[in-house]
């Protein structure tokens, strides 16, 4: 079987992280303390540097991705001089997107009393909390009787059969479902969001009318009409630009406001959701706000957006308009101090809803927000012609 | 400073036993590091940790001239001092595993690692703490068994104001306090010409404590150093204090790439690698490089061997039930 290489841990305080960079590619033979692959921890940006001689087999997670500790996150070729038509097909490096580890390994039970303190190694013991399964009674195959994450992750498949678990009995069968890399991400974010800030959110209708004139007109002239989120993107970053404690993180009992107004926009992917950004959307054009979330919109959903793509969003925009969603509130995206969830037009009304976070801002502070974000939108004049 | 030439001439080293020994301590550190790294990466270290790798000449080459009765406080960067003192490799990988088996039952770490029983009375995360302990050691020496005792110290702490206050101190009582400053060129991620003035050495001749900077790559030009600086302590007349000038290989902690470094400089640095230099040395007084080949595969066969009973080695069954004595 290929060995794999698992993400290092590279910073005392790294839980995760993301690859920024591989610095060999499938097929390549590296020397020990060689670059393989750089990588964006908690802390810096660091290379990882071969610890062996050998030879790289595949990527598992490209540019762009992230793994927790121990994850794998490459296989690599056992110093056999297989050609390239041996290998599995190399996944595409270009592709921005994580895709899931393969489970690689099969059972192998011992026999091994129960400690005190269970005998595991690090990434087991998280893997346990995760899973929700205890370590006690499971048996270690690592070193030494050790209780590696592969034997907690067969215990919690074993927890999850029907036959052994009467609880799931009632619901039918199990089937269970692996997060990829980026949906544990968006999980384990939502978690820190949803029990660290403490939230309000404000609603507000706003009138289309003109908006919607603008763009009939534009439809007849045959050119590229900006959508509707366009106009709220650059509405909203206006508004950021002229509400400063909005485009703000909260940051041990500080409130640091950042200079650039760096506006993420949601886009639904098949298996994901991810928030490119529109980088000094204050400072933008209407036109070149537009073609940017295109660009990006499209580059997400081809899975081609880079890392530098994903960063640094100071607020974040998300739209469910195009569901026929009248309304609805959003979850905060740490640092963050606020998103702006925009529902669909009710003939020509639109009902924004802004979620913020209370140790940084207020209700009036909310509705100020908002009501500066309806008049951009309500006086698209003013909106367009004061761009720049 | 000594000026070491790079030129290996015979008759340099006074006992090729020794330093032969001094050799095997050396790749048993270096080897300690990387291992402690390798660790590091699978997540197996608990805590954070500073590797001793480049300056292995310091601490060996001290730790040569040292008696039963001497004690001495290491830095957080401290696996080297432990080591050249001869504390058990496999206890002390174990502690930062962890281990119940661990120097310190596992709770120490890294940075934290004491070995009273192999004279190591402290490794100090307080930048400089070394030398405070280290004169309170001094102070119970003085009046029993008359041993000294080593402070190991970064170029950063000669920023420190309570160092001036233990040297001044040191000097006015004549305590037996040997004072080691490991300068390696930077005080975490700064170069230390940005923040420190003049020379370190004269810090301490302001004090009339008798000073040298010495080449800190040559092991044996550390433990002259050493040697004439142990003898002015021991004969009762106070403090001494030695520069060496190093280079650590790697960030100042785990969590740091070192890219603050310039360009070239870490090569330039390892073409005068303590070890290298060592053995070139040796070799050049006739040891032979077989024998010296054996002592670095002995030297990896024991650590490989360290690495599977660490990690196999049991976790503290109840983590508050342990007492802490004397």
């Given at each position: 079987?290929?060995?794999?290489?698992?993400?290092?841990?590279?910073?005392?305080?790294?839980?995760?992280?993301?690859?920024?960079?591989?610095l060999?590619?499938?097929?390549?033979?590296?020397?020990?303390?060689?670059g393989?692959?750089?990588?964006?921890t908690?802390?810096?940006?660091?290379?990882?540097?071969?610890?062996?001689?050998?030879?790289?087999?595949?990527?598992?997670?490209?540019?762009?991705?992230?793994a927790?500790?121990?994850?794998?996150?490459?296989?690599?070729?056992?110093?056999?001089?297989?050609?390239?038509?041996a290998?599995?097909t190399?996944?595409?490096?270009a592709?921005?997107?994580?895709?899931?580890?393969?489970?690689?390994?099969?059972?192998?039970?011992?026999?091994?009393?129960?400690?005190?303190?269970?005998?595991?190694?690090?990434v087991?013991?998280?893997?346990?909390?995760?899973?929700?399964?205890?370590?006690?009674?499971?048996?270690?195959?690592?070193?030494?009787?050790?209780?590696?994450r592969?034997?907690?992750?067969?215990?919690?498949?074993?927890?999850?059969?029907?036959?052994?678990?009467?609880?799931?009995?009632?619901?039918?069968?199990?089937?269970?479902?692996?997060?990829?890399?980026?949906?544990?991400?968006?999980a384990?974010?939502?978690?820190?969001?949803?029990?660290?800030?403490?939230?309000?959110?404000?609603?507000?209708d706003?009138?289309?009318?003109?908006?919607?004139?603008?763009?009939?007109?534009?439809?007849?002239?045959?050119?590229?009409?900006?959508?509707?989120?366009?106009?709220?993107?650059?509405?909203?970053?206006?508004?950021?630009?002229?509400?400063p404690?909005?485009?703000?993180?909260?940051?041990?009992?500080?409130?640091?406001?950042?200079?650039?107004?760096?506006?993420?926009?949601?886009?639904?992917?098949?298996?994901?959701?991810?928030?490119?950004?529109?980088?000094?959307?204050?400072?933008?054009?209407?036109?070149?706000?537009?073609?940017?979330?295109?660009?990006?919109?499209?580059?997400?959903?081809?899975?081609?957006?880079?890392?530098?793509?994903?960063?640094?969003?100071?607020?974040?925009?998300?739209?469910?308009?195009?569901f026929?969603?009248?309304?609805?509130?959003?979850?905060?995206?740490?640092?963050?101090?606020?998103?702006?969830?925009?529902?669909?037009?009710?003939?020509?009304?639109?009902?924004?809803?802004?979620?913020?976070?209370?140790?940084?801002?207020?209700?009036?502070?909310?509705?100020?927000?908002?009501?500066?974000?309806?008049?951009?939108?309500?006086?698209?004049?003013?909106?367009?012609?004061?761009?720049? | 400073?000594?000026?070491?030439?790079?030129?290996?001439?015979?008759?340099?080293?006074?006992d090729?036993?020794?330093?032969?020994?001094?050799?095997?301590?050396?790749?048993?550190?270096?080897?300690?590091?990387?291992?402690?790294?390798?660790?590091?990466?699978?997540?197996?270290?608990?805590?954070?940790?500073?590797?001793?790798?480049?300056?292995?000449?310091?601490?060996?080459?001290?730790?040569?001239?040292?008696?039963?009765?001497?004690?001495?406080?290491?830095?957080?960067?401290?696996?080297?001092?432990?080591?050249?003192?001869?504390?058990?490799?496999?206890r002390?990988?174990?502690?930062?595993?962890?281990?119940?088996?661990?120097?310190?039952?596992?709770?120490?770490?890294?940075?934290?690692?004491?070995?009273?029983?192999?004279?190591?009375?402290?490794?100090?995360?307080?930048?400089?703490?070394?030398?405070?302990?280290?004169?309170?050691?001094?102070?119970?020496?003085?009046?029993?068994?008359?041993?000294?005792?080593?402070?190991?110290?970064?170029?950063?702490?000669?920023?420190?104001?309570?160092?001036?206050?233990?040297?001044?101190?040191?000097?006015?009582?004549?305590?037996?306090v040997?004072?080691?400053?490991?300068?390696?060129?930077?005080?975490?991620?700064?170069?230390f010409?940005?923040?420190?003035?003049?020379?370190?050495?004269?810090?301490?001749?302001?004090?009339?404590?008798?000073?040298?900077?010495?080449?800190?790559?040559?092991?044996?030009?550390?433990?002259?150093?050493?040697?004439?600086a142990?003898?002015?302590?021991?004969?009762?007349?106070?403090?001494?204090?030695?520069?060496?000038?190093?280079?650590?290989?790697?960030?100042?902690?785990?969590?740091?790439?070192?890219?603050?470094?310039?360009?070239?400089?870490?090569?330039?640095?390892?073409?005068?690698?303590?070890?290298?230099?060592?053995?070139?040395?040796l070799?050049?007084?006739?040891?032979?490089?077989?024998?010296?080949?054996?002592?670095?595969?002995?030297?990896?066969?024991?650590?490989?061997?360290?690495?599977?009973?660490?990690?196999?080695a049991?976790?503290?069954?109840?983590?508050?039930?342990?007492?802490?004595?004397?």
């Amino acid at each position: 079987m290929a060995q794999q290489l698992t993400m290092p841990k590279l910073s005392d305080s790294m839980a995760e992280a993301a690859i920024v960079r591989w610095l060999v590619s499938p097929g390549d033979t590296f020397e020990r303390g060689q670059g393989l692959v750089e990588v964006e921890t908690d802390k810096a940006t660091v290379v990882y540097e071969a610890e062996a001689a050998g030879t790289l087999d595949s990527i598992l997670v490209p540019e762009g991705g992230s793994a927790a500790i121990g994850e794998p996150i490459a296989t690599l070729a056992n110093g056999s001089e297989n050609g390239s038509e041996a290998r599995p097909t190399p996944k595409a490096a270009a592709s921005a997107q994580p895709r899931p580890a393969p489970a690689v390994t099969e059972r192998r039970p011992v026999d091994g009393a129960p400690r005190e303190r269970p005998n595991a190694t690090p990434v087991a013991r998280r893997s346990a909390v995760e899973l929700g399964v205890s370590l006690h009674g499971i048996a270690g195959t690592g070193p030494g009787g050790r209780i590696t994450r592969e034997d907690v992750e067969h215990a919690a498949a074993a927890a999850g059969e029907p036959v052994s678990s009467p609880a799931a009995a009632g619901k039918g069968a199990v089937e269970t479902i692996e997060l990829t890399t980026t949906q544990a991400t968006i999980a384990r974010r939502m978690v820190e969001s949803a029990t660290t800030i403490p939230v309000f959110s404000v609603s507000a209708d706003v009138d289309l009318s003109l908006i919607a004139a603008l763009r009939a007109g534009a439809r007849e002239e045959g050119v590229d009409v900006p959508s509707i989120n366009d106009f709220v993107v650059m509405a909203a970053a206006r508004t950021l630009r002229e509400l400063p404690r909005f485009n703000s993180s909260y940051v041990e009992g500080k409130v640091e406001c950042y200079a650039r107004v760096n506006v993420g926009v949601a886009v639904a992917t098949d298996d994901a959701l991810l928030v490119p950004v529109v980088f000094d959307a204050d400072r933008r054009p209407l036109d070149e706000i537009a073609a940017e979330t295109r660009r990006l919109a499209d580059a997400a959903r081809s899975r081609s957006l880079q890392p530098a793509d994903l960063r640094d969003a100071t607020f974040t925009v998300s739209n469910l308009g195009m569901f026929g969603i009248s309304s609805f509130t959003a979850i905060i995206d740490p640092p963050q101090v606020a998103i702006l969830a925009v529902g669909g037009l009710r003939g020509e009304l639109m009902t924004v809803t802004l979620t913020c976070d209370h140790r940084v801002v207020y209700g009036t502070d909310g509705a100020r927000f908002l009501s500066r974000l309806r008049e951009l939108l309500e006086r698209p004049l003013v909106l367009i012609g004061g761009g720049r | 400073m000594s000026h070491v030439s790079d030129k290996s001439q015979s008759g340099v080293l006074e006992d090729l036993g020794l330093y032969t020994d001094i050799y095997r301590r050396m790749l048993l550190i270096r080897g300690f590091e990387d291992l402690v790294q390798s660790l590091f990466l699978k997540g197996e270290v608990y805590g954070t940790t500073h590797l001793y790798s480049g300056q292995e000449a310091v601490a060996t080459g001290v730790a040569s001239l040292l008696e039963e009765r001497d004690r001495v406080a290491a830095t957080y960067r401290g696996h080297g001092h432990a080591l050249a003192l001869g504390v058990d490799p496999q206890r002390l990988l174990d502690e930062m595993l962890g281990r119940e088996s661990g120097i310190n039952g596992g709770r120490a770490g890294s940075m934290n690692v004491n070995a009273l029983d192999q004279r190591l009375i402290g490794s100090f995360g307080i930048v400089g703490g070394s030398i405070a302990a280290a004169t309170g050691a001094a102070l119970g020496l003085q009046r029993t068994t008359g041993g000294v005792a080593v402070a190991y110290f970064g170029d950063g702490a000669m920023n420190q104001g309570y160092v001036f206050e233990c040297l001044n101190f040191c000097q006015v009582l004549k305590l037996p306090v040997l004072l080691v400053c490991e300068n390696n060129g930077y005080g975490e991620y700064t170069p230390f010409r940005s923040v420190t003035a003049g020379e370190i050495r004269s810090r301490a001749e302001v004090m009339e404590v008798p000073a040298e900077t010495v080449d800190g790559m040559s092991v044996w030009s550390v433990r002259g150093a050493a040697e004439r600086a142990l003898a002015h302590v021991r004969g009762g007349n106070g403090p001494a204090f030695v520069e060496a000038l190093t280079y650590r290989y790697v960030g100042h902690s785990r969590s740091d790439p070192g890219a603050y470094r310039p360009e070239g400089e870490l090569d330039e640095w390892k073409t005068r690698d303590p070890i290298v230099l060592l053995r070139g040395q040796l070799e050049a007084e006739g040891v032979e490089a077989a024998h010296l080949d054996e002592i670095q595969h002995e030297t990896g066969d024991e650590l490989e061997r360290m690495r599977e009973r660490g990690l196999a080695a049991p976790f503290p069954s109840e983590l508050h039930s342990r007492e802490f004595k004397d």
